[in-house]
């Protein structure tokens, strides 16, 4: 019998309860069962997130965790103050993102250090049971690696696994592992409770002596499904684009209600599906209470939205097109007057642009909300007094004081892709029925197909779900809730401070892709701004004219870095935009030499690749440059999409078959120099294809086996020597 909502709890002290049950004992003291003893086991429940997954998982197990008889002490795990594992006596269970290349998130970089103490004994943590749940994307090549260090660490220090670790893959769909993983924790909590009452009962309370009288942890059902999902993965990349352009097609005619009753949709099931009794999430709580009211103050500025530290406005002294008008990616190099600021950096570093949502989605959000005569009304929002959301908090990048209007377009990601739980809480406001069970269909575990083929995959965000579905009606309090902070978008430098003082450049691709309920075309949240800016002095030569102002602000220092030692080779691999932080690196060369005539210098190999010669070879005329004074040793330009003329070779086609080419030449400076390689652009396929290519390079060259090899690029990793900077 679990506790119901209203009733009164009452923890139970005495020594003789506590004696039988070495967790948190609580009475139920309801008219109809006055007999009944409820008992409420305690577990920690720490998190770690970059962008909120995690957080929004560990909130919903929170949730779930009482109607299952336990109770859940979270927090995030930078608030080390309210939480000591060292003393911890029950079970731990972590959920943790992965950011950048691999690293834990920003949440959780004290805690990793904090545990990576080498002092600390071996048996530190022996008395602490864990069962942690990562989450990243297979297109990284450190796949969970935030994860996986902690649950690896854990291990080290002695600590042990009372539930399987589960790796969540947000290339597929985090649902497929996180669902069954959550489904799975209470039976492996209740099985680790038991068997600390029975030892404690027979006084053989576990200790490090005597820790393998434990069971095995419990197994997820998650394990089979991550099996599984490599299959996935590979299908994938062949069906996605595919799958998209069909789920493009099918939305454009939903508004005609012509969809054949054999084809589903965003709007649409067909069977099975469309008659299957269905399993839905809960209804997520509502917690906050939001009043307009009209302006009287100041209005909030871009500032009051990001917590990275200090926001500079700055403008834009030129813009350039990099690509002639038929390349298939247009790509636009911006230059910033930072000469007014404090702003600095290095070649390598990146930084944020703090960006707004498109103007006319906001409008039409607005429109659609019936909010638009409040538009400029100042948003006050409070935690419902009555909310059964524990731990129920205002979002804190709802900033106070600050109109509807700045909040949608600064302040909250209405481009994001609804998770269930928002599915399932906009379900709850919708009145017309089919609307409704085709969102309850969307949010359920057997319509998991259908969400991530016309949700997920389609990319498809809050507007479209309330174009798509008229009789839905939220209220401005539910997107409050549910939809997350808008992300500064992060950026590399393109240039040097010694070339260019008082300058910072950045090049970008504009991006463009379908409108999921629409036959018209999107642009970039972040590209599609800057472009828009540019326009009105985007020049042919890059000359100036009037300039546009953006926020920017500095990001955490990384490792990408010319190395310490101006003599040690280096090669870099860059395709497509990947080649801006090597334009800074080159041109800071160009000046030390300049400045340093007699230095010894190491020499710089670039692995450069684009689609075709004349439409999309970036800074051409600059590489020829670098290598005409020298500063650029090697040059190796592939052309993806270029055929050979007549009896001409096939050149290489990307940037790892340029790099077997010169395999004896790269593991040379590799292995022998003691150089420094640097890989900077896709994620997906670009970044995986260059480690595998570099893994050949070694094991051939080395003469060991393909094992041998990945352990030597993953030592050049440790030492610095092997560094990323990718994106998806």
């Not at 409040?374 to 524990?390: F, I, Y």
């Not at 080779?569 to 497509?576: A, E, H, Q, S, Y």
Request: hydrophobic fraction near 35%; charged fraction near 25%.
């Amino acid at each position: 019998m679990f506790m119901r909502e209203n009733q009164y709890l009452q923890v139970v002290t005495s020594s003789k309860r506590k004696s039988l049950f070495p967790f948190p004992v609580i009475q139920c003291n309801c008219a109809s069962c006055g007999t009944c003893l409820e008992v409420m086991r305690r577990f920690l429940l720490l998190y770690a997130t970059q962008q909120g997954q995690a957080k929004a998982i560990a909130e919903e197990i929170c949730e779930k965790a009482v109607a299952h008889g336990f109770s859940a002490d979270l927090h995030c795990m930078s608030e080390s103050d309210k939480y000591d594992l060292k003393t911890e006596t029950a079970p731990l269970v972590v959920v943790v993102s992965t950011t950048g290349t691999g690293d834990p998130p920003d949440t959780a970089r004290k805690f990793v250090k904090e545990i990576q103490d080498k002092t600390l004994p071996i048996d530190f943590l022996a008395h602490l049971r864990y069962g942690l749940l990562g989450l990243g994307d297979s297109e990284y090549t450190y796949f969970c690696n935030g994860g996986k260090v902690i649950d690896t660490r854990l291990e080290e220090l002695g600590a042990r696994r009372f539930y399987g670790t589960g790796h969540a893959d947000d290339c597929v769909g985090l649902e497929l592992v996180v669902e069954p993983w959550i489904d799975g924790l209470w039976a492996a909590l209740a099985k680790h409770f038991e068997s600390s009452r029975r030892e404690e009962m027979n006084g053989t309370l576990t200790t490090a002596p005597n820790a393998s009288r434990r069971t095995d942890p419990v197994q997820p059902e998650s394990g089979h499904i991550e099996s599984q999902i490599e299959l996935l993965r590979l299908d994938d990349s062949e069906r996605k684009d595919s799958a998209v352009l069909e789920q493009n097609a099918a939305n454009g005619g939903q508004s005609s209600a012509l969809i054949a009753d054999t084809e589903s949709s965003l709007t649409h099931s067909v069977p099975p599906l469309s008659h299957a009794s269905l399993n839905i999430p809960a209804l997520p709580p509502e917690y906050l209470q939001v009043h307009l009211q009209e302006a009287l103050g100041q209005e909030g500025s871009q500032a009051s939205v990001t917590s990275l530290g200090p926001v500079f406005q700055v403008p834009i002294s030129k813009a350039v097109q990099l690509t002639t008008n038929d390349a298939v990616k247009t790509t636009l190099l911006v230059e910033l007057d930072i000469s007014e600021t404090e702003f600095t950096y290095q070649p390598g570093d990146s930084f944020n642009v703090v960006c707004p949502n498109s103007e006319s989605e906001v409008q039409s959000l607005l429109q659609r909300l019936q909010l638009t005569d409040q538009r400029e009304h100042r948003v006050l929002v409070r935690t419902k007094a009555d909310t059964k959301k524990k731990g129920a908090a205002l979002p804190q990048h709802i900033p106070e004081k600050c109109s509807l209007q700045f909040i949608l377009t600064w302040c909250l990601e209405i481009r994001a892709i609804p998770k269930k739980a928002f599915l399932r809480a906009l379900e709850g406001c919708t009145s017309e029925g089919s609307e409704k069970r085709r969102l309850q269909e969307l949010c359920s575990r057997q319509g998991a197909a259908d969400y991530n083929r016309f949700v997920r995959d389609a990319g498809v965000c809050l507007l479209d779900l309330l174009l798509a579905f008229p009789s839905c009606r939220p209220p401005l309090s539910l997107l409050l809730e549910h939809l997350p902070k808008l992300q500064p978008r992060p950026y590399s430098c393109a240039s040097s401070s010694l070339s260019h003082p008082g300058r910072l450049r950045f090049i970008f691709n504009v991006v463009e892709f379908p409108s999921s309920t629409s036959e018209g075309v999107r642009r970039g949240v972040c590209t599609g701004w800057l472009a828009s800016l540019a326009e009105s002095i985007l020049l042919p030569n890059g000359g100036k004219a009037r300039a546009a102002q953006i926020p920017i602000s500095p990001r955490t220092t990384n490792s990408f870095h010319l190395p310490s030692d101006p003599s040690a080779p280096i090669i870099m691999v860059g395709p497509g935009t990947g080649i801006a932080p090597f334009i800074g690196f080159l041109q800071h060369r160009e000046k030390l030499q300049e400045e340093h005539p007699d230095r010894h210098f190491g020499a710089m190999w670039l692995f450069f690749g684009c689609r075709h010669r004349d439409r999309d070879y970036l800074f051409r005329e600059e590489l020829r440059h670098f290598r005409e004074r020298g500063i650029l040793t090697h040059l190796k330009v592939s052309f993806s999409r270029d055929t050979p003329a007549g009896e001409e070779e096939a050149p290489a086609k990307y940037v790892q078959d340029s790099l077997r080419l010169h395999s004896q030449q790269v593991a040379g400076l590799l292995l022998q120099e003691r150089g420094h390689i640097y890989v900077c652009g896709d994620a997906k396929n670009m970044a995986k294809d260059v480690n595998d290519a570099l893994a050949e390079i070694i094991s051939q060259e080395a003469g060991v086996d393909k094992l041998e090899a990945m352990k030597t690029l993953a030592a050049l990793k440790e030492e610095k020597r092997y560094l990323q900077d990718i994106w998806s």
